[in-house]
């Protein structure tokens, strides 16, 4: 940010690592957005919110993780399998304290319960952990950079959201992967791309490490 002419501008920065505060500011918004799009110039482009407090960890200084939970839909997931592609954008915006806007451009990979990897990245979620947890994707980042959110609103931040746990929650695991199997675009995209592998694996660790 800078004075020009007697009037504030945005001057956006390149970061080369996750760390610092760049990774401070991604740690403590309460939510953040994913983007992602088929190879087909006609094919839907996917926007999602995530929440969930311990959902996304940063792995390294080029790497992010998150949890993908049980939904109606597994666009992301079916974008980021498609051959050629797995391209992604992770967004993060100030609603309170300065603005700001961080946004992670990279390539993404689902990792599913029964890749060998799932016991290795899992604890690092600890407690964030649950029973409708079906994937995690992890987000190598190509280009790190932020710039300033004049136009984003100030918003208070109340306290999570407990409908989807509390609704996932009183599932056994063998509930989730029925109800997993019975939605129409969990399996395919709305494109027909394949989505989440079905039937989803049955978890071999225990939710939460409890």
Same mark, same amino acid.
């Given at each position: &940010?800078? &004075? %020009?002419?007697?009037? =504030?501008?945005? &001057?956006?920065?390149?970061? !080369?690592?996750?760390?610092? /505060?760049?990774? %401070?500011?991604?740690?403590?918004?309460?939510? +953040?957005?994913?983007?992602?799009?088929?190879?087909?110039?006609?094919? *839907?482009?996917?926007?999602? @919110?995530?929440?969930?407090?311990?959902?996304?960890?940063? =792995?390294?200084?080029?790497?992010?993780?998150?949890?993908?939970?049980?939904?109606?839909?597994? $666009?992301?997931?079916? *974008?980021? /399998?498609?051959?050629?592609?797995?391209?992604?954008?992770? &967004?993060? %915006?100030?609603?309170?304290?300065? @603005?700001? =806007?961080?946004?992670?451009?990279?390539?993404? #990979?689902?990792?599913?319960?029964? !890749?060998?990897?799932?016991? #290795?990245?899992?604890?690092? +979620?600890?407690?964030?952990?649950?029973?409708?947890? /079906?994937?995690?994707?992890?987000?190598?980042?190509?280009?790190?950079?932020?710039?300033?959110?004049?136009?984003?609103?100030?918003?208070?931040?109340?306290? $999570?959201?407990?409908? *989807?746990?509390?609704?996932?929650?009183?599932?056994?695991?063998?509930? +989730?992967? #029925?109800?997993?199997?019975?939605?129409?675009?969990?399996? %395919?995209?709305?494109?027909?791309?394949?989505?989440?592998?079905?039937?989803?694996?049955?978890?071999?660790?225990?939710?939460?490490?409890?």
């Amino acid at each position: &940010m800078r &004075m %020009t002419g007697g009037k =504030i501008s945005c &001057m956006g920065q390149r970061y !080369d690592t996750i760390e610092g /505060r760049i990774r %401070t500011f991604i740690e403590e918004q309460p939510v +953040f957005f994913t983007a992602t799009a088929p190879l087909a110039g006609d094919g *839907h482009v996917n926007i999602s @919110p995530k929440g969930r407090k311990g959902t996304l960890v940063v =792995i390294d200084e080029r790497t992010v993780a998150y949890l993908d939970f049980g939904g109606s839909g597994a $666009e992301t997931i079916a *974008h980021l /399998r498609e051959e050629g592609n797995g391209r992604i954008t992770l &967004m993060w %915006t100030a609603f309170s304290g300065p @603005p700001k =806007i961080l946004r992670v451009h990279g390539t993404g #990979e689902p990792v599913f319960r029964d !890749d060998p990897r799932w016991g #290795e990245l899992m604890p690092r +979620f600890g407690d964030a952990d649950g029973p409708s947890a /079906r994937a995690i994707i992890l987000v190598r980042a190509l280009r790190i950079s932020d710039t300033c959110g004049f136009a984003v609103p100030f918003m208070d931040y109340q306290e $999570e959201r407990t409908q *989807h746990a509390q609704y996932f929650g009183r599932k056994s695991d063998e509930e +989730f992967r #029925e109800y997993c199997a019975q939605k129409e675009h969990v399996g %395919t995209s709305l494109d027909g791309l394949p989505g989440l592998p079905l039937p989803v694996p049955p978890r071999t660790d225990v939710p939460g490490g409890r």
